[in-house]
């Protein structure tokens, strides 16, 4: 167990509404990276954190936004959602001394 | 376009057979990761290779990284139900980004 935690767990909203999803770890890694995943394609990276207010994109980070305002949160927005965000999200944390990604359980997101 | 290209796609097989996955790219790893996931579930990792050429052996398991270090498979030794699931592979960058491989589903019949 990483001590990664992920909230919601499932989603379902509205084109066009504000979401925000939430990791939390327990490990005080220094990094973290948010994924989606669809079928086909694996797992993309769509934003990362090497610490505390930190961030860069990824390779699928438009439409989406991330906030780290302390060593353990890692948020994800979607300002506006579309139905093209429908997807599994999840969240993972690196330590600096290993070279290993953990993942989350997966927040399961459906845009209507 | 995937970085990681991997093959097979889908892959069923009988209990006690063996199955091997490959995981190609162009571009050069400092590291190479293996994933499990099953339905509903995080990837879990199998094993992190580092050196070019080594070979980790994880009970029936064996993972192969490329003396390039561009590319892996993972060889699976007399299958079993409890093997099946989505093998993922992934390649970490300079910068400790993943890059990942479509993924194989594999599926072994009791």
């Known amino acids: 167990d990483a001590g990664i935690t992920q909230s919601p767990r499932h989603k379902v909203t509205e084109t066009g509404t504000p979401v925000t999803l939430r990791c939390h770890q327990t490990?005080?890694?220094?990094?973290m990276y948010w994924y989606r995943q669809d079928p086909g394609h694996g797992l993309r990276l769509i934003h990362y954190s090497y610490g505390v207010k930190d961030t860069d994109k990824g390779e699928v980070s438009d439409g989406y936004s991330v906030s780290r305002s302390k060593t353990e949160d890692f948020l994800l927005t979607l300002e506006s959602a579309t139905s093209s965000q429908t997807s599994v999200y999840f969240c993972?944390?690196?330590?600096?001394?290993?070279?290993?990604?953990?993942f989350g359980p997966g927040t399961r997101l459906t845009v209507l | 376009t995937q970085l990681l290209e991997q093959s097979p796609q889908f892959l069923s097989i009988q209990e006690g057979e063996n199955l091997t996955v490959y995981c190609n790219s162009s571009?050069?790893?400092?590291?190479l990761q293996w994933y499990r996931q099953e339905p509903g579930e995080g990837p879990v990792l199998l094993v992190t290779v580092v050196t070019g050429g080594e070979v980790k052996k994880l009970k029936r398991l064996t993972f192969q990284f490329g003396d390039a270090r561009k590319d892996s498979s993972l060889h699976i030794t007399a299958a079993q139900p409890g093997d099946t699931g989505l093998y993922l592979c992934?390649?970490?960058?300079?910068?400790?980004?993943?890059?990942f491989g479509a993924g194989t589903t594999v599926t072994v019949r009791a």
């Open positions: 490990e005080n890694h220094r990094y």
């Open positions: 992934a390649g970490e960058d300079g910068d400790y980004k993943l890059s």
């Open positions: 571009s050069v790893f400092s590291s």
């Open positions: 993972a944390i690196r330590g600096y001394s290993t070279d290993t990604q953990y």
